[in-house]
């Protein structure tokens, strides 16, 4: 149960022209690992629905796909490709033009079909952002979908075939490389031109590559695309490698015979030892790299977070039903409610713990108060009581603000002011007014200006007498500190 909370199952459904292929990959904690694959050709006795709908027939029969998220993908030939330039790359704002500008460019009209884009990273330097856009007819987007719903599988997210391997190859090559990644089957082959980790063309082609001739064809061509995005886009088209991949590379001059034509290193793609973020957990069926990459690319995709172009958009929005994920609901509901129960109870033991403790502190302060105050007799609220006692024992004792010649602390501070001059260097830190007496600290410049201060209190009609009590320099060596003690 613990490896089926913490993993989760997704199913890459990749879907062209000549075969339906297919991977479930297990993710979780531990890692991703392939547990199940399927690839089946098309007969070429039957029309291409009946070999579709009998090759999701026979994935769905022979593969556990229970609780498992489905990414697929079209065949590349259904999507019109066009590159155009917008002056701001905000997603909202390039959704609401794209329609109208590529109106002219597209071979249907904006609204029979459903368009996704890329805004592409670091390859120009214009203040024109480069936009990748691909346009697939709503008809076709619903019967593919219609076909897949048909045999209980609903994917998340719908693509075209070979994309998310252009993505993966752009993501874990991690250089500034320009690749060129032919994915090639037996009737057709679709390119993918890679320009500083972008996916910026993609061309879906005829081609067949088993003779001499064929690949000289299919060459001539990818240079003719090169040189005609180049002339398009401005950008620069020269590629440094090209990487192979697809179900007729199981003829093995093919590579041999592409290198040769292009003159340039070419080199068949292998995602599990490029992504080293898989490894094959499945028994009686052999892997085939080219035949299952495309596939294995669109599981990685949810799993790493690949960006993809999503044909599920408009009135082909995924729905998530509640029923779908009444099952994680009520899971998800019984841990919150055992939550909320350990909450409560904590809660409840809290509240007496500290009623316990409040009743002890409370007993505390009445036995101090009881102490401190053997007087009182009656404890209503030892802590109020307190602080009456405490104030009026303030008043009986030095601060008090009348002295016994019922001299008043305000004219006491007033003759203070008045008698010292101002020219005299002296700050008082306190002025201690006592019943007949009053003791004043304070700072002076020197020994010379505690004299000068004595002098003129004795000046004050409210003193009888003023005498200093103590005189010595601060830790600086700059100040005198002193005491002056005046008996009123």
């Known amino acids: ?19 339906v292929s297919a991977v ?38 022979e593969m556990d796909l229970e609780g498992a998220t489905c990414i697929a993908s079209l065949p590349a030939s259904l ?141 001539s061509i990818v240079h003719q695309t090169l040189a005609g995005f180049q002339k398009h886009t401005g950008l620069d088209g020269d590629i440094q490698e090209v990487m192979l991949t697809g179900s007729a590379l199981e003829d093995s001059h093919v590579e041999d015979a592409i290198r040769e034509e292009l003159g340039i290193p070419v080199r068949t ?85 500290m009623k316990k403790r409040s009743m002890r502190v409370e007993e505390e302060v009445r036995n101090v108060f009881s102490s401190t105050f053997p007087d009182v007799k009656r404890i209503v609220d030892p802590l109020q009581q307190m602080r009456v006692k405490l104030d009026e024992l303030k008043k009986d004792a030095t601060f008090s603000a009348k002295t016994n010649r019922s001299v008043m602390a305000i004219d006491v501070l007033n003759d203070i002011s008045r008698h010292i001059p101002k020219q005299i260097d002296v700050e008082l830190s306190s002025v201690i007014i006592g019943a007949d007496s009053v003791l004043i600290s304070g700072d002076t410049g020197g020994f010379d200006a505690v004299d000068d201060v004595k002098s003129s209190l004795e000046n004050a009609a409210l003193f009888k007498s003023v005498s200093i009590t103590s005189t010595n320099k601060d830790r600086s060596g700059d100040r005198v500190r002193f005491k002056i003690k005046a008996v009123i």
Request: aromatic fraction near 10%.
């Open 24 to 61: 479930l990959v297990r993710g979780g904690i531990k890692g991703n690992w392939i547990e199940d694959h399927r690839h089946i050709p098309f007969p070429g006795d039957q029309d291409d629905e009946e070999s579709l709908s009998l090759a999701l027939e026979t994935i769905a029969a």
């Open 269 to 353: 793609m292998d995602l599990i030892a490029l992504s080293g973020q898989v490894s094959i957990d499945t028994e009686g069926v052999m892997w085939k790299v080219n035949t299952m990459d495309a596939s294995l690319a669109l599981a990685m995709s949810a799993i790493v977070g690949f960006d993809l172009l999503n044909f599920r958009r408009g009135g082909f929005t995924v729905q998530k039903g509640w029923v779908q994920y009444q099952g994680d609901i009520l899971k998800t509901g019984l841990i919150a409610l055992v939550v909320v129960l350990l909450f409560f109870g904590n809660f409840v033991a809290d509240y007496f713990s």
């Open 79 to 219: 999507a019109a490709f066009r590159n155009m330039k917008a002056p701001f790359k905000e997603q909202k704002k390039l959704r609401q033009i794209m329609p109208y500008e590529l109106e002219s460019i597209l071979p249907y009209p904006p609204e029979d079909v459903i368009i996704d884009f890329n805004v592409l990273n670091n390859v120009a330097d214009t203040e024109q952002h480069l936009v990748f856009t691909a346009a697939i007819q709503k008809e076709k987007v619903g019967f593919y979908l219609d076909q897949l719903k048909s045999h209980g599988l609903e994917p998340d997210v719908l693509t075209i075939s070979g994309y998310a391997l252009a993505s993966s190859l752009a993501t874990y090559s991690n250089d500034n490389t320009n690749r060129l990644l032919a994915l090639i089957e037996p009737h057709r082959a679709t390119l993918f031109l890679l320009l500083d980790g972008n996916i910026c063309l993609v061309r879906s082609l005829r081609a067949q590559l088993s003779t001499a001739a064929g690949v000289s064809h299919f060459c």
């Open 1 to 19: 149960m613990f490896r089926d909370l913490m993993s989760r199952k997704i199913l890459g459904l990749d879907i062209n022209e000549t075969a």
